[in-house]
């Protein structure tokens, strides 16, 4: 890329306040403020330079015109900071190359939030693209599954296939966003998929009204997909085990959460990456005898819990969950619950990690350390 044929444009996202008074000029951020001295009022004729119509080239030798005492590398240098602080895009960045009409339009939001992110030589449609190629697998439409779902199809969610067997009752309306009272008795299934294709027409949602019963199961719904959540419970244990082993074996990353009473909780599983659900089970055998004997307890009698739920700790849970997956198909930021268990409390709303664990040494479902990549 020759750099100097870019065109840059100051991003919307970052209000310019000139300062004349003070000679100089702050650039709004995100809870930090940049403030750049111009005594000479040359940064001020520079940003008037950046509208999307110069070149960098063009831009460097109308300033040097304009400021004899400037040279070329001083115009660059201050067109590097302003690209490193992500202030600044390259406007030859269509998106008809690649998005449509319509989701331009319709991920307007996102896809000015991903710009944010992006430098001069990126392109800030990319992400979108990406997050509209991805196909996503998830297990349950109920509390959780109900709000990311929709969460997914706001983002831009284009495949998803789901596993879900209840029907809707009275009791599931305080949180599962996707049903009403007319829904009582009807399949989640059919009526997930129904509301759905309401919000986002375009969204290929593939729905299996099944009973998981096996890591066979699993597999074969969720074959093609590039991730997959959990967010079932039921069979209590068997589930999280079979789709620990699903997820290993199609090697694709799994995103969990669940309520717990007083707190959510969440944890993410990059295979041959992190350690596997399993890995987690031999750490807490081997480090914390009286978790894994309560554990080993809860899975002899089969707890269920008591179906403890409120809706905005499902919202807040379901939040951080669908940011955490955005993290991982985009590439921006780095993923906060790989290979370690995240709690958010209700009484503080904090988040704080409350479970870490290592790849096993051996492990007989993701192969442990033997089978790790870099």
Avoid at 339 to 359: A, N, P
Wanted: glycine content about 6%; charged content about 25%; some cysteine.
């Amino acid at each position: 890329m020759d750099v100097l044929k870019i065109k840059p444009v100051i991003k919307k996202a970052y209000p310019v306040i000139y300062d004349d008074e003070n000679s100089r000029i702050i650039i709004g951020g995100f809870g930090v403020n940049t403030v750049l001295n111009d005594p000479m009022g040359a940064v001020k004729f520079t940003f008037s330079l950046l509208t999307g119509e110069n070149s960098i080239g063009d831009i460097c030798k109308i300033v040097c015109n304009e400021y004899p005492k400037l040279t070329k590398d001083d115009v660059l240098g201050l067109i590097n900071d302003l690209n490193s602080e992500r202030f600044i895009e390259d406007t030859a960045h269509i998106g008809s190359d690649v998005l449509s009409e319509y989701s331009k339009k319709r991920f307007h939001r996102n896809i000015n939030f991903f710009s944010s992110f992006i430098s001069l030589e990126d392109n800030k449609y990319i992400s979108e693209k990406r997050i509209q190629d991805c196909k996503v697998g998830i297990i349950g439409l109920g509390g959780l599954g109900s709000h990311i779902v929709y969460d997914l199809a706001g983002m831009g969610f284009m495949h998803i296939k789901a596993i879900e067997f209840d029907k809707v009752e009275l009791s599931n309306l305080n949180r599962q966003i996707l049903y009403n009272e007319e829904d009582i008795g009807k399949s989640k299934a059919k009526c997930a998929k129904e509301r759905l294709s309401k919000f986002s027409p375009k969204l290929n949602f593939e729905v299996f009204e099944e009973k998981v019963s096996s890591a066979a199961d699993v597999e074969s719904a969720f074959s093609d997909v590039d991730l997959i959540i959990l967010v079932a419970d039921r069979p209590k244990y068997l589930l999280g085990s079979w789709v620990n082993e699903a997820a290993v074996n199609l090697n694709v990353p799994l995103f969990a959460a669940g309520i717990e009473a007083q707190r959510a909780l969440y944890h993410t599983v990059i295979p041959h990456k992190t350690g596997c659900e399993f890995c987690w089970l031999q750490n807490v055998k081997k480090n914390e005898p009286i978790s894994d004997l309560v554990l080993k307890k809860r899975t002899e009698l089969n707890l269920l819990g008591d179906n403890t739920a409120i809706s905005p700790l499902v919202s807040a849970a379901t939040g951080l969950i669908v940011t955490e997956i955005v993290r991982y198909v985009t590439g921006i930021g780095e993923l906060q619950a790989a290979g370690q268990e995240l709690s958010i409390d209700f009484l503080t709303m904090r988040v704080k990690v409350v479970e870490k664990w290592e790849m096993a040494e051996t492990c007989p479902v993701c192969g442990g350390e033997a089978n790790a990549v870099n």
